[in-house]
């Protein structure tokens, strides 16, 4: 080889490859674009930027108290933290909160809402990773199992919490499969269990059907290719399908803990969020709502609380679990 040849092939790998030059974005385009999206963004601001900043705002302020002189309701004005304190640190009027009210079961049911998160949750991946497996094959009546499997989902809530209260009563049907004489709305651990059988009877359809989604774009060509390099079953499994839908996974986590850690309707109707002598069944959104009762801007730092704890929730999944996908996507 001459030595111009070798001069040329080095310069050749030394200089990168020019990149494409960008097309200029038009600044009228730009302009047309907020134009369009600015309607959304103002809808946006008023319902849910207005309601959240208003919210804030009077968890700062006093609930209203009785003028000793005149008798009449008078406002609080500005309490700083006061109301925070009386729900982190359990204080009313400086002193501890006496058993029986809202503020002394706060940590309560904070840990209740986080037990009904973490047990829903985790029941309902398995089984809608399992609900979705099956919806992926191919079969004969596959579009009729599918619409099965998705009926639940679709009855409305309030409907849903009857139905399963109608089940658990002390003669429904839960008790004559059993043979058991148990009052499952008495018992704190009956009552507990009960809402979470009718949770993820209630949603493990929608965590199949997010499943599915990332299921169907796995080509069939990789599965394949496994089997005829001796993969098994659990292989396949364990290093294709799992890796290939753990966006889709990741994603249905994400919705399913959110919206449990808000849940109030479906234990509301079963429960009221009590069970035999106490609120073993209270949820954060229930104890809102309780509070409401005795003052606007104390329900108003607890639901600031409650934002704060769902936020956290939404942020550990975004940047944890996030992080690791970026990863895999590189490594891929």
């Known amino acids: 080889m001459s030595t111009e040849t070798t001069d ?4 050749t790998e030394e200089t990168p490859p020019a990149e494409p030059e960008r097309a200029s974005i038009d600044p009228h385009q730009t302009r047309r674009a907020w134009l369009l999206i600015a309607p959304t963004l103002v809808t946006l601001a008023v319902v849910i930027g207005y309601p ?25 004005g500005f309490a700083g933290l006061e109301n925070y304190a009386h729900w982190i640190l359990q204080q009313c009027g ?18 209740i809402t986080l037990g009904f998160t973490v047990v829903t949750v985790a029941i309902e991946l398995v089984l809608g990773f399992w609900f979705a497996i099956i919806m992926n094959g191919t079969f004969r009546g596959r579009g009729l199992v599918r619409a099965a499997v998705l009926i639940p989902w679709a009855i409305p809530t309030a409907v849903t ?3 399963w209260y ?6 429904g049907i839960a008790n004559s499969l059993m043979g058991t ?10 009552a507990r269990a009960a809402i979470v059988i009718s949770d993820v009877w209630k949603t493990t359809p929608f965590m199949a059907l997010l499943i599915l989604a990332g299921l169907q774009l796995i080509g069939q060509d990789v599965h394949e290719a496994a089997k005829v390099d001796g993969a098994s079953a659990w292989q396949r499994f364990w ?15 994400l919705f399913r803990t959110l919206d449990v850690l808000r849940i109030f309707d479906l234990p509301y109707i079963m429960t009221g969020g009590g069970a035999g002598d106490g609120n073993d069944t209270t949820t954060l959104s229930i104890l809102v709502v309780n509070e ?3 003052g606007f801007n104390s329900a108003a730092a607890l639901s600031t609380l409650t934002f704060l704890l769902i936020f956290a929730v939404a942020f550990v999944f975004i940047k944890v679990l996030g992080a690791d996908l970026s990863q895999d996507v590189k490594e891929r």
Request: charged share 15%.
């Open 8 to 11: 040329a092939i080095a310069s």
């Open 52 to 76: 959240v900043v208003r919210a804030i705002w009077m968890s700062f302020q006093s609930d209203e108290t009785i003028d000793p002189q005149t008798g009449l309701f008078v406002e609080g």
């Open 94 to 111: 400086g002193q501890a909160c006496p058993p029986g009210t809202n503020a002394a079961s706060f940590w309560d049911t904070v840990f």
């Open 161 to 163: 919490a009857k139905l």
């Open 166 to 171: 109608f089940i658990f009563a002390f003669d």
């Open 181 to 190: 004489s148990i009052v499952w709305f008495s018992d704190k651990w009956a």
């Open 239 to 253: 290093h294709i399908t799992l890796p290939l839908v753990k966006p889709a996974v990741v994603v249905a986590l």
């Open 292 to 294: 409401i009762r005795s």
